[in-house]
Nanobody, 124 residues
Framework: QVQLVESGGGLVQAGGSLRVFCEASGRTFSNYAMGWFRQAAGKEREFVAAISRNGGITSYRDSVKGRFTISRDNAQNTVFLRMNSLKPEDTAVYYC?????????????????WGQGTQVTVSS
């Protein structure tokens, strides 16, 4: 089992920045690729970003490219999502997910473990 706990969410004005964190425990963190997903009210959960287990490969949904950066610190068992130039449409609950394997994927079903989520609200 891998336990994932997100933190760092909050309220920010449009154009502002926020960094959310996800701390893992239970298994060898460096064996897992990691992903961030989000779910806005009334919408389905969607892929945001993913990072390979060694941090060398990242991927993003088009709408966040150039604004969001995913990174990880395997020594600290933590994955980060830095969000810049935030927009009201980025408002959602942000979830991190772990996938046993080398490379992150964009589909929910490919992930083995999920955190409880952290709320990010961007005001206009």
């Amino acid at each position: 089992q891998v336990q994932l706990v997100e933190s760092g969410g909050g309220l920010v004005q449009a154009g502002g920045s926020l960094r959310v964190f996800c701390e893992a425990s239970g298994r060898t963190f460096s064996n897992y690729a990691m992903g961030w997903f989000r779910q806005a009210a009334g919408k389905e959960r969607e892929f945001v970003a993913a990072i390979s287990r060694n941090g060398g490969i990242t991927s993003y949904r088009d709408s966040v490219k150039g604004r969001f950066t995913i990174s990880r610190d395997n020594a600290q068992n933590t994955v980060f999502l830095r969000m810049n130039s935030l927009k009201p449409e980025d408002t959602a609950v942000y979830y991190c997910a772990a996938r046993y394997g080398a490379v992150g994927r964009i589909y929910e079903y490919e992930y083995d473990y999920w955190g409880q989520g952290t709320q990010v609200t961007v005001s206009s």
